[in-house]
């Protein structure tokens, strides 16, 4: 029997609870940054320092963390469920935890590329970047992540992920942030959908919706249990 097709798109609410700040929070990671200074082509044109001095913080920031049970639970949902993460955060703790199909929209920490040549792409793990750091072709390395004003090159590969779901779960993220919040509207309108999420999510997106509320890890506990019931 075929399992069924489980896609859960994932946000920075499921890392908060690894120690990872997300960036809207009070005392988030973007607290004493200008945005625009750290993360878009014309700071890393300004000042390539501060930007790799930040995603050198970030990288180190990120190894540190451990999965926590939403991750070790999303994972564990492979035993049941096709499973794929379609995931907006840029730490590898999914694949840590244990998950194996994970698509990253924004990036991955643990990676630069080329500022010449976004397709050359190297893994670094939880090293730091300084200037003067080349690739291959000579180009200084940059963080093989998606700015603000930069195309969200997987993109269209999340939305095929997203169409071919038969459960659709959304977790820690309220996917008010474009175009990752375009993703919902790719599914099949008739499949089970599923949020995680301790308020009510305001966007009508929602409607008809299973609402859990609760936080990633206790929600990801209480999903396990309405999914496996539900086979």
């Known amino acids: ?14 890392s908060a609870e690894s ?10 990671l973007w607290e004493g940054f200008n945005i625009e200074d750290v993360a878009s082509p014309i700071g890393w044109q300004q000042n390539p320092k501060q930007v790799l001095d930040f995603y050198n913080l970030r990288r180190a920031q990120a190894n540190a963390a451990k999965p926590n049970n939403a991750h070790i639970g ?37 990676k630069v590329r080329s ?3 976004e397709d050359l792409v190297i893994d670094i793990g939880s090293a730091a970047i300084k200037l003067g750091d080349k690739a291959t072709d000579g180009a200084q390395l940059r963080p ?24 659709l779960a959304v977790i820690g993220t309220s996917l008010v942030v474009y175009p990752a ?18 308020s009510i999510p305001e966007l009508h997106s929602y409607k008809g919706w299973h609402h859990i509320k609760e936080n990633a890890t206790t929600g990801v506990v209480k999903l396990t249990q309405k999914l496996i019931e539900s086979l």
């Open 1 to 14: 029997m075929l399992k069924k097709k489980l896609v859960v798109i994932t946000g920075a609410g499921v």
């Open 181 to 198: 919040a375009s993703l919902v509207h790719y599914t099949d309108p008739d499949i089970p959908k599923y949020i995680i999420d301790p």
């Open 74 to 110: 999303l994972a564990n949902l492979e035993q049941h469920f096709d499973v794929y993460i379609v995931t907006q955060n840029v730490d590898d703790l999914h694949e840590r935890g244990g998950s194996t199909n994970v698509l990253h929209l924004h990036g991955e920490l643990n």
């Open 19 to 28: 120690g990872l700040a997300t960036f809207r929070d009070s005392g988030g």
């Open 144 to 167: 093989h992540i998606v700015w603000f004003g930069e195309m969200v090159p997987m993109l269209e590969e999340a939305a095929e992920i997203v169409q071919q779901a038969d459960i």
């Open 115 to 117: 500022e010449r040549n």
